[in-house]
């Protein structure tokens, strides 16, 4: 689903929302053999042939592709800190398997092991995992509708004009990941490629990600696969701008610096206080979809986040407790993020794919491709959403049990999560050591992979 760009999605009248997450993935193969000029006036041509054809997805099969998306998230969570130690990122591990599910349809051998272990799918067929993380993608996009918030998932692919093509790789993208293929001229019009791809980009973005690719980076392609992944919601009880003020944050360090807290009044909170950690759920609209700020208050978030596994996710989200009484303390926060992927997936363990190891025979019938460039950007805004009504309502409510209220400031490093209640799919990762430092993280300039004729270990 796409919309138009706004011209200013804060101006006065426009509406105002209190989170605008996105992330886009794009992978491009080239040719790792022969002249590159050289090639087959064969056109793809998209046929009946369909690679997932007679396979069913039960409900087990779908939470279990829910599972996987949280251990991905995990795992790229602690790649992009370890690049980015101490600083302000976001990710979308989500839409980063979407691209891996897409491209493991035209993997082959230990190229496609390896991607199965990222997606942790080993034992689960790339056909099957396709067709679980679309029926997943499918369950989210369902329930967001539901609850009036805009989740937005768009994939497309660029081919150079004249590649020969498995007909049925391409109509699966198409049937399963609404994936449509387009002609491009990557060799001698790269300008011209680049141009449509980050069109597209942009568009399916809502103008968040306005760039993803430049030429220089896909010259010489012969596919690029792209998701676009956009979440656009209202808290379901929103913050006053009025209470918004300038208060300290603790940076790691424990530098302090003067941002933009917002203030919510004493209401009734899923919170979690551990040992070691802080834990706030916060509901969007509809109720289906929750923030989860994650605070570690005896240690780093550098050392929290490097011993973190997925079960320990699980835990904390388990024994968030219905709390009367909570007052929130929040920072507002606008972080821009450019990840290249290349690095953490070979760390992550799949380096065939980045060089002449590489088997992508599923694709062309040839063989020789491997995936020369990898790169996520994303953006998240937290604010308080909207114009300020104001009406005073007074109701007694009386107990006959006194209780304590409880006072929760997220004025340190912390962990952002948006997921779905029902599947606990992370859609979304942020962590903000600095609500004051607007764009930053690693890898602002994506590099290729090397030469296929170097081996991974030389990447």
């Known amino acids: 689903m796409q919309h138009p760009v706004p011209a200013n999605p804060r101006q006065r009248g426009a509406p105002r929302r209190c989170l605008a997450t996105l992330a886009v993935v794009a992978a491009v193969l080239a040719a790792g053999c022969g002249n590159a000029t050289q090639r087959l006036s064969v056109s793809p041509t998209p046929s009946s042939t369909d690679l997932l054809a007679g396979i069913t997805v039960t409900p087990a099969e779908v939470q279990a592709a829910a599972n996987r998306d949280n251990a991905i998230t995990v795992d790229l969570l602690q790649q992009v800190e370890l690049a980015n130690p101490d600083g302000n990122f976001v990710d979308s591990a989500y839409s980063l ?6 491209l493991q349809l035209g993997a082959r051998g230990d190229t496609q092991a390896q991607i199965a272990a990222v997606l942790h799918s080993t034992g689960v067929t790339s056909k099957q995992q396709a067709a679980a993380w679309r029926e997943l993608d499918r369950t989210l996009l ?4 539901a609850d009036g918030i805009s989740l937005d998932t768009a994939n497309a692919v660029w081919l150079q004009s004249g590649l020969p093509v498995n007909a049925a790789f391409l109509d699966t993208l198409v049937k399963y ?6 002609q491009v001229d990557f060799q001698n019009n790269a300008q011209g490629a680049a141009d449509r791809i980050n069109q597209w980009v942009s568009a399916a973005t809502q103008g968040m990600i306005p760039n993803v690719v430049t030429a220089q980076a896909i010259q010489g392609s012969e596919l690029v696969l792209a998701d676009a992944t956009y979440f656009d919601a209202t808290w379901k009880d929103q913050f006053q701008a009025t209470l918004t003020y300038q208060g300290p944050f603790f940076r790691p360090g ?3 610096v003067s941002t933009a807290m917002m203030y919510r009044e004493p209401s009734t909170l899923a919170i979690y206080s551990g040992v070691g950690v802080t834990a706030v759920q916060l509901p969007y609209v509809g109720g289906n979809y929750v923030a989860d700020v994650i605070m570690p208050t005896s240690q780093p978030l550098t050392d929290f986040v490097a011993g973190l596994n997925p079960g320990d996710l699980t835990s904390i989200e388990d024994h968030l407790t219905p ?4 007052s929130l303390t929040l920072p507002k926060f606008d972080i821009s993020s450019q990840l290249s992927l290349i690095p953490m997936l070979t760390a992550l363990g799949m380096p065939d794919a980045f060089g002449g190891a590489a088997d992508f025979s599923g694709i062309d019938g040839r063989g020789g491709l491997y995936i020369d460039l990898a790169t996520q950007s994303a953006r998240i805004q937290v604010d308080e959403v ?3 009504a104001a009406a005073a309502t007074v109701m007694a409510i009386a107990s006959s049990l006194p209780f304590a209220s409880v006072n929760l400031v997220i004025n340190h490093p912390f962990l952002f999560l948006i997921r779905d ?7 979304f990762t942020a962590q903000v050591t600095d609500p004051t430092a607007g764009t930053s993280g690693p890898s602002t300039s994506p590099s290729p992979s090397p030469s296929p004729s170097y081996s991974p270990a030389s990447s």
């Open 97 to 102: 398997a979407t691209v891996l599910s897409m």
């Open 177 to 182: 990941f609404a994936a449509p293929s387009s």
């Open 386 to 388: 909207g114009t300020t």
């Open 142 to 145: 369902n329930t967001a509708t």
């Open 254 to 256: 424990n530098s302090q």
């Open 421 to 427: 209640l029902a599947s606990g799919a992370i859609l």
């Open 323 to 326: 709390t009367d009484a909570v």
